[in-house]
């Protein structure tokens, strides 16, 4: 933002330099310039005085006199218009100065008004004004539809503008009173299955229900058959992931982003269906997984994992018990909410050394690694589920690149 702002008074002052030259040089002759005219009056009085006397002495005939007089007027004349220029080159200062104030009054103005100020804004203070505004207009919203309740498409729009908030009880809330058209549309079941699985940090039997609903409503909705695939595939069902992610790469732009991953995800779907391993129920998710098989802590981390230490705070000791359960997971620091990697825990365990990977991901192609920063979250579970609840106790890490060791979490955190 600095660098900006120095740019453009550059650009300004060599503007300026370069349009008032004119103006600067006329302004260096104009030093005196009011009294020139009276000057000039004095030396024609003067000059006059001296014939007069000249034809009184007789040294100067009538003819010479009136000669030398005309001669006079006339140079008398000409140092008048000369000096009405140099006046006018006067009024011209002044007017190069009222540019200079103007011009840059102008622009700022214009760019104020036809410009984008907050563009230059730091990154941070962007996203917490759009957020504020966000929350405005969904707060407006809210009022219209407790005041006109039937409104389905209303309703779908501010579960939609919930979602995009992080605030899940509220979207849930307003999934539900869309009414009977929810049951109706696959669209909607789909997006509703979708906030469920941020919301749960992962899928769950309602999530699970609703993407069935969505695919006999409609057996090629693309969001329906992403999320059953990723659901497939973190509970090993490798050859039912592949068959839904096979329906929907041929409705993807080819050579898109998107179709790159499900290209990259059906590939891999693909290489493990001949070797599921059995004894996995389904829709087993890492999360589950790491709780059949208590904690999970290889000895070495790599680029694709995190790992450190979760503690919980001295103050916070009496408010667990040895058997609340510890959620563990790794989330994107600029994406979606999904977690990247979880582990499971009890708080007997604690403190603990932990270390989250691409092993745990959920879907093949969001994990740690694909990451620019993540951040660890640990939530100490009342409830046992990893869906938020209240008296939870939390805490999280700073953000950190993936590979990074020793992250350091502090639980000392009470969810109201």
Do not use: C
């Not at 993540?374 to 690149?401: C, F, H, Q, Y």
């Amino acid at each position: 933002m600095i660098t900006f702002y120095f740019a453009v008074a550059t650009l300004v002052v060599v503007a300026l330099a370069l349009l008032l030259r004119p103006w600067w040089f006329a302004g260096r002759r104009t030093v005196g310039a009011d009294s020139l005219p009276a000057l000039n009056a004095a030396i024609h009085r003067d000059r006059l005085a001296e014939l007069e006397r000249d034809r009184g002495n007789g040294t100067l005939s009538a003819a010479d006199f009136a000669e030398a007089r005309e001669e006079l007027q006339r140079q008398l004349l000409d140092d008048t218009a000369a000096t009405e220029v140099v006046i006018a080159d006067g009024a011209s200062r002044k007017s190069g100065i009222a540019i200079a104030f103007l011009l840059p009054l102008a622009a700022v103005g214009l760019y104020a008004l036809l410009g984008s100020p907050s563009a230059v804004l730091p990154g941070p203070v962007q996203t917490q004004r759009a957020t504020a505004d966000m929350e405005q207009l969904t707060a407006k919203l809210a009022s219209k539809l407790e005041q006109n309740p039937d409104n389905p498409e209303g309703w779908a729009m501010l579960a939609r503008s919930y979602t995009s908030l992080g605030r899940w009880d509220d979207a849930e809330r307003a999934y539900k009173r869309i009414g009977p058209d929810l049951d109706r549309n696959a669209e909607l079941l789909a997006e509703f299955a979708e906030m469920l699985v941020q919301k749960n940090n992962g899928f769950d039997a309602r999530s699970r229900e609703l993407i069935g609903k969505a695919l006999r409503l409609d057996a090629n909705n693309m969001l329906a058959l992403f999320l059953g695939g990723g659901d497939a595939f973190g509970g090993e069902r490798y050859a039912e992931a592949a068959a839904l992610w096979e329906r929907l790469l041929p409705q993807l732009e080819p050579g898109s982003q998107d179709a790159g991953m499900v290209e990259s995800s059906l590939a891999k779907a693909r290489e493990r269906s001949g070797g599921a391993k059995p004894g996995v129920g389904a829709g087993a998710s890492p999360a589950g997984k790491a709780a059949n098989g208590a904690v999970k802590t290889p000895a070495k981390a790599t680029a694709n994992s995190v790992s450190g230490r979760v503690e919980l705070a001295p103050p916070l000791k009496d408010k667990a018990r040895p058997d609340d359960v510890v959620f563990i997971f790794a989330r994107a620091v600029d994406g979606p909410r999904m977690p990247l990697a979880a582990q499971r825990a009890r708080v007997a365990d604690l403190p603990m050394e932990f270390m989250l990977d691409d092993g745990q991901a959920l879907m093949p192609e969001a994990t740690i690694s694909s990451a620019q920063q993540v951040r660890v979250e640990v939530r100490v579970s009342k409830s046992g589920k990893a869906t938020p609840g209240k008296g939870d106790l939390t805490g999280k890490s700073v953000a950190v690149k993936p590979g990074a060791k020793g992250v350091k979490i502090v639980i000392d955190q009470i969810d109201p």
